[in-house]
Structures are given as C-alpha cells and as structure tokens.
C-alpha cells in the first residue's frame, strides 16, 4: 500500500494529497466525508483517476474497517446514488463527466466487496449504466463504447455470475448494435464484435482472436 | 428508467422477501419501531437451549455507527428503518451485518450441534441403546450462503415486529410448549424452498397473536385458527416433496384470516385431506 503512486493522486494539490495519504493509514484522524467527496468528485472529472479509484477507495474502507467505522464507505456509496440518480442529466450536459461516473462506478462494484462478494446493492445499478451505453444514441459515440467495453472487460464476468439474464439482455442490444445501426464507425464494430467474442468465449478471448484484435499488424 | 428496470432493481435489492410482516402502512403497529423511528425496549439476548439457529440478529443489535432512525430528504422525519432501505449506504451496511451474522450463527449452530452429538453418543454408549438419526444432524445442515442469507431474511422480517418482542417477553423459552407457541423455523436445516416459506407463513401467523391490540379491536389470530378447526394443521411440520421453486403450493382451498390488517400477504392452509390439484398453467 505504501507506493501511493498506485492511485493516482497525483492530479490534487499538495495538501489534498497530504489528506489523502493520511486517510489511507489511519481513517479516523481526518474528515472522511470530506475525503470521500474529494475523491468522487474527482472521479467524475478525471478520466484517469477514475479508473482507479477504486482502489484507493478499497484502501481506505479496509483500514476504516478495522477501527469499526463505515463513514467513507456508507458516504462513498450515497454520493454514488445521488450521481446515479441524475445521471442522465450528467450525460446531457457532458459525456466525459458521464464516461467517467461509469467507470467509477464499475470500479468500485470491482474493488469494494462485501465478505468477498459484490454488493448487492450496486449490480443493478451498474446494470443500468451499461444498458444504457449499449442504446443506439450511445452506441454512436465511441467514447462510450469504449467505457462500454472496457468496463465489462473488468466487471462482465463478476456481474453476469450475480445476474445473468441482465447480462443477456445486454448483450441483446450488442448484437443488435453491430448487426443493424447504422451510422456506427468500424473502431465501434471492431469494440462490439471484440466484445462478443469475448463473452461468447467465457470471457476469454481466445489466442486467435486475440492475434487478430490486439497484434500490430506488421508492413 | 423504465418502470421495469425500476422494478426490477428493487427486487434485487430486497432479495425475495414477499413475506413482509411489516405490511401496509396501517398495519405500523406492528413494527418495532415507530414512524418517528423511536426504538422499541431491547430485547431479552438469547440465552441457553431451546430454538436452535435462534439468535439476537443484526436487526436488532445497533453498532455504534448507526442511527436508531434516519433522515430521508422525502421524509419529514426520522425514519424507521424498518421501511425499504432507499440508500445504498445502508443497504450495503445492513447486507454485510447479516451476512457475519449468518456466518456467526453458523459457527455456533455447528458447535451447538457437535455438542448435543457427543453428550448422545457417550449417553449411548453408556445405556447401551442403538444410535438414532439425530446424531449425524451436523452432516446434514444447510450451509449454501444464499439460502442461508434468504432465509435469515425471513427470519428478520418476522422477528422485527411489536408481535414478536411481545411475544418473547411474555413467554420465556422454558415455557413454550410446541404448537401452541410459535418457533422460529430452523433455517441451517435441509427443507425444500416451499416447506421453508410455508414454515416461515404460518410461523408469522402465529406470531400476530401477540399484535398489539389496534382501535378496531384485536381478533386474536389464533382463536381464528382454532374456529376454522386448523389447529391440528399448524402444528405439522410441512415438508413438501422437492419440487422446483417456480411451482406454488398446491392448495385447495385458500383461507385469509379475517381482521388481520397486519398480515402482509394473505395465507394459504392446506387441509390435510386435501387432493391435489394441478396447477393451472
């Protein structure tokens, strides 16, 4: 834990990366709503910082847990609610802001476990983000179907064990994206089929796909 | 959102507890605690033999960091925390609670059980007696998690009720007798799913004979079950054949107990001569 680099704070200021650090050695000693809303908010910002910040976030609800406390998680995943709750507001006014609550969210559903399993109380609402991402109006941006992917890289196995028919109802709406939307870029179909084979192969890709979709083609 | 999603979420979120003694909203009388979220008088603990798999359970024990009641925006006040979890905060919390508390009470269950074991087989031994099929109850205990926690789910439902803090106060566990006194299903034993939520059902009904009485006047449920001549039936254990959990129990005939506003789901009894009827498609 102590090679901070790993959760990417660099991007605070000094004093909040000061804050920071001392939150993840001893909870108690600092303000940790306010820890947990620096962190979401930046999360919502910061394309790179949200993919990881689960981690930091994990840290920090291990290290409250054994001093008996549960502030930061419990704030962590009410503001996640709120932000969930005017999520399609946030998409409206800005895509990144949107791409980045998504991979947040997915981040946390990975790193924060409840007795080693997945909260409960997230899978559906991750569900719903990506469902979401998977829509003809999103499908067209690459930007979202790169989350899209992405994330489901990560998390898909996780969350089609603790529900699969939401897993194929998205995959549904994959399908259907590739084969019959219009307007799509080929980076997009290449994503989606990558994507398909993926899960199909029990979320593994197999040697010759992965040759075909991740080896430099050489001149 | 769709109303489907929403829906469905919901679900997830509060598992497959159809049961909920916590019933419509007149029926709050019923729940240990108020609107206000005033907490109802602690629970005696729960102390030697009796009930297996009984313990004070997550609901009821307040960790520090928790607030007896909670502040919604929606709400004017405190809310009981009886009512649908709304932040995941909580929801998360409450999850992990139970879930150490299934684990808890497994742990001890198991002890409890090798105990019994050993104290049978050195009696046995000594009186020279053949060995019964109690003893190897340790082998056959339920221990898949999600069961486990369902059912704990259940369990909680009916133990966080006014009925039942008033039931257990005012008979003490030495003074129970069986059928007449409701027990709480045993939820480390191998039942099918619909003998575990018959159990569950008829366990609350018996339960809301300690409601507190309400202006329209109490009907003492179970002087209803005794009218209707359902007495001798609550007191089998039911255990269906395995059949999968998509079916419902076959009944002929539904009975919904009258006066009960509690009651959150109406109850199905089973005439013990009762045919069969298959089910309609």
Same mark, same amino acid.
């Given at each position: 834990?102590?090679?901070?680099?790993?959760?990417?704070?660099?991007?605070?200021?000094?004093?909040?990366?000061?804050?920071?650090?001392?939150?993840?050695?001893?909870?108690?000693?600092?303000? %940790?709503?306010?820890?947990?809303?620096?962190?979401?908010?930046?999360?919502?910002?910061?394309?790179?910082?949200?993919?990881?910040?689960?981690?930091?976030?994990?840290?920090?609800?291990?290290?409250?847990?054994?001093?008996?406390?549960?502030?930061?998680?419990?704030?962590? %995943?009410?503001?996640?609610?709120?932000?969930?709750?005017?999520?399609?507001?946030?998409?409206?006014?800005?895509?990144?802001?949107?791409?980045?609550?998504?991979?947040?969210?997915?981040?946390?559903?990975?790193?924060?476990?409840?007795?080693?399993?997945?909260?409960?109380?997230?899978?559906?609402?991750?569900?719903?983000?990506?469902?979401?991402?998977?829509?003809?109006?999103?499908?067209?941006?690459?930007?979202?179907?790169?989350?899209?992917?992405?994330?489901?890289?990560?998390?898909?196995?996780?969350?089609?064990?603790?529900?699969?028919?939401?897993?194929?109802?998205?995959?549904?709406?994959?399908?259907?994206?590739?084969?019959?939307?219009?307007?799509?870029?080929?980076?997009?179909?290449?994503?989606?089929?990558?994507?398909?084979?993926?899960?199909?192969?029990?979320?593994? %890709?197999?040697?010759?796909?992965?040759?075909?979709?991740?080896?430099?083609?050489?001149? | 959102?769709?109303?489907?999603?929403? =829906?469905?979420?919901?679900?997830?979120?509060?598992?497959?507890?159809?049961?909920?003694?916590?019933?419509?909203?007149?029926?709050?009388?019923?729940?240990?605690?108020?609107?206000?979220?005033?907490?109802?008088?602690?629970?005696?603990?729960?102390?030697?033999?009796?009930?297996? !798999?009984?313990?004070? *359970?997550?609901?009821?024990?307040?960790?520090?960091?928790?607030?007896?009641?909670?502040?919604?925006?929606?709400?004017? !006040?405190?809310?009981?925390?009886?009512?649908?979890?709304? *932040?995941?905060?909580?929801?998360?919390?409450?999850?992990?609670?139970?879930?150490?508390?299934?684990?808890?009470?497994?742990?001890?269950?198991?002890?409890?059980?090798?105990?019994?074991?050993?104290?049978?087989?050195?009696? @046995?031994?000594?009186?020279?007696?053949?060995?019964?099929? /109690?003893?190897?109850? =340790? *082998?056959?205990?339920?221990?898949?998690?999600?069961?486990?926690?369902?059912?704990?789910?259940?369990?909680?439902?009916?133990?966080?009720?006014?009925?039942?803090?008033?039931?257990?106060?005012?008979?003490? @566990?030495?003074?129970?007798?069986?059928?007449?006194?409701?027990?709480?299903?045993?939820?480390?034993?191998?039942?099918?799913?619909?003998?575990?939520?018959?159990?569950? @059902?008829?366990?609350?009904?018996?339960?809301?004979?300690?409601?507190?009485?309400?202006?329209? !006047?109490? /009907?003492?449920?179970?002087?209803?079950?005794?009218?209707? =001549?359902?007495?001798?039936?609550? *007191?089998?254990?039911?255990?269906?054949?395995?059949?999968?959990?998509?079916?419902?129990?076959?009944?002929?005939?539904?009975?919904?107990?009258?006066?009960?506003?509690?009651? =959150?789901?109406?109850?199905?009894?089973?005439?013990?001569?009762?045919?069969?009827?298959?089910?309609?498609?």
């Amino acid at each position: 834990m102590e090679n901070t680099d790993d959760y990417r704070i660099q991007s605070f200021d000094l004093d909040t990366q000061m804050l920071l650090k001392t939150a993840l050695k001893d909870p108690s000693s600092v303000n %940790l709503e306010k820890v947990s809303d620096i962190i979401v908010d930046q999360s919502l910002k910061d394309q790179v910082f949200s993919k990881e910040a689960g981690r930091i976030c994990y840290t920090i609800v291990q290290a409250e847990a054994k001093q008996n406390n549960g502030t930061f998680r419990r704030n962590v %995943l009410n503001r996640l609610q709120q932000e969930f709750k005017k999520r399609e507001e946030t998409r409206g006014r800005s895509l990144q802001e949107w791409v980045c609550y998504v991979t947040f969210i997915c981040n946390v559903f990975d790193y924060l476990k409840v007795n080693n399993m997945p909260m409960v109380a997230l899978v559906h609402p991750v569900y719903d983000c990506l469902i979401r991402l998977a829509q003809p109006d999103a499908l067209i941006n690459e930007e979202e179907v790169d989350c899209l992917v992405v994330q489901l890289h990560r998390i898909g196995e996780q969350l089609e064990k603790v529900n699969g028919p939401r897993m194929d109802q998205l995959f549904f709406l994959l399908r259907d994206g590739f084969l019959l939307q219009e307007g799509l870029t080929s980076m997009t179909r290449l994503l989606l089929l990558e994507i398909l084979e993926f899960r199909a192969g029990g979320w593994v %890709l197999s040697g010759t796909a992965h040759k075909y979709y991740y080896s430099e083609i050489a001149d | 959102m769709s109303d489907w999603t929403r =829906g469905r979420r919901r679900d997830a979120n509060n598992s497959e507890v159809e049961n909920r003694s916590c019933g419509p909203s007149r029926g709050s009388n019923c729940r240990k605690r108020g609107i206000d979220g005033s907490l109802r008088a602690n629970r005696e603990v729960d102390g030697s033999g009796g009930e297996k !798999g009984e313990h004070t *359970d997550g609901s009821s024990k307040h960790s520090d960091k928790r607030h007896d009641g909670f502040t919604t925006p929606e709400s004017t !006040g405190p809310v009981s925390r009886c009512s649908r979890q709304a *932040d995941w905060g909580s929801q998360v919390d409450d999850d992990e609670e139970m879930r150490r508390g299934v684990h808890r009470d497994m742990q001890r269950y198991r002890r409890r059980i090798l105990g019994a074991e050993v104290t049978q087989r050195e009696r @046995k031994t000594s009186s020279g007696s053949s060995g019964s099929c /109690d003893s190897k109850e =340790g *082998d056959h205990m339920e221990t898949d998690e999600a069961v486990l926690l369902r059912r704990q789910k259940q369990i909680n439902y009916g133990k966080n009720t006014l009925a039942y803090d008033r039931y257990i106060k005012e008979v003490p @566990k030495h003074m129970r007798q069986s059928g007449v006194h409701p027990k709480t299903p045993n939820k480390f034993r191998k039942y099918s799913r619909r003998s575990w939520d018959q159990q569950i @059902k008829l366990w609350k009904v018996k339960l809301h004979g300690w409601d507190p009485p309400t202006e329209g !006047g109490q /009907d003492n449920v179970l002087d209803n079950i005794e009218e209707l =001549g359902l007495g001798d039936v609550m *007191d089998i254990e039911l255990d269906f054949p395995n059949l999968p959990d998509s079916q419902n129990a076959p009944t002929t005939h539904s009975i919904s107990l009258d006066g009960e506003d509690c009651l =959150g789901t109406p109850v199905k009894v089973q005439k013990t001569e009762s045919t069969v009827e298959p089910e309609m498609a």
